[in-house]
């Protein structure tokens, strides 16, 4: 299976700037989706296709991917910004692959 | 809007058996690719099963491959996850998710999830 790793926590303090990790072998020649999931609720997309940024996300969210690390980046962090971040990946071995998560937490 | 309503969790003890079921408006159903993730409490999220948007494949995690059965029926916009074999560690919390292809498969749109407990 392909594995992906995230950093289990990362820590910021408001207006900030949270930079969160995942870790895959040659993870830049994939594709790479971010989820946002705060406590009791349901994941939503915040980034998917490395970079692309859904209607309703605000622009202080970016992404990018290359070599072996893709990179979610929240500017000018906010409180409400405080969650859960999975990234995914799809790969024609395992098929859907999962990051273990990141909590963020807003200082 | 799209809307994903799960439904089928519950209480079930080792060995026993479940039916999930997503019933899905506000789109296309036919026309996309459907799938279910999981979360164990206080865990991270875990890909169950995929099914194509024309039931033509169904792609399965090892860990329920065998003993989880996905399908869908286009003309109520459903999706069913029928669960046997339960064992302690498929308890979570079940999503419904929307899988739309374009290059690479991810889970745009989710449901708000139902809880299943595996458990004597």
């Known amino acids: 299976s392909y594995v992906l790793t995230q950093p289990p926590s990362v820590s910021v303090a408001p207006g900030k700037t949270a930079t969160i990790t995942c870790g895959g072998e040659?993870?830049?020649?994939?594709?790479v989706h971010w989820y946002q999931q705060k406590p009791g609720q349901a994941p939503v997309v915040a980034i998917s296709?490395?970079?692309g940024r859904p209607s309703g996300i605000p622009e202080r969210f970016s992404g990018s991917n290359s070599g072996n690390t893709a990179t979610l980046t929240i500017s000018r962090v906010e409180a409400g910004d405080e969650a859960d971040y999975y990234c995914?990946?799809?790969?024609?071995?395992?098929?859907?692959?999962f990051g273990g998560g990141t909590k963020l937490t807003v200082l | 809007e799209v809307q994903l309503l799960e439904s089928g969790g519950g209480l079930v003890q080792p060995g026993g058996s479940l039916r999930l079921s997503c019933a899905a408006s506000?789109?296309?159903?036919?026309?996309?690719?459907m799938s279910w993730v999981r979360q164990a409490p206080g865990k991270g999220l875990e890909w169950v099963s995929t099914?194509?948007?024309?039931?033509?494949?169904?792609f399965y995690a090892e860990s329920v491959r065998g003993r989880f059965t996905l399908s869908r029926d286009n003309s109520k916009n459903t999706l069913s996850l029928q669960m046997n074999s339960l064992r302690a560690e498929d308890t979570a919390v079940y999503y419904c998710?929307?899988?739309?292809?374009?290059?690479?498969?991810?889970?745009?749109?989710w449901g708000q999830g139902t809880l299943v407990i595996v458990s004597s």
């Open positions: 998710a929307r899988t739309p292809y374009s290059g690479s498969y991810h889970f745009d749109s």
């Open positions: 506000g789109f296309t159903f036919s026309n996309y690719v």
């Open positions: 099914i194509a948007d024309s039931a033509g494949f169904t």
């Open positions: 040659n993870i830049g020649r994939k594709n």
């Open positions: 296709y490395d970079s």
């Open positions: 995914q990946v799809w790969d024609t071995g395992s098929f859907v692959s």
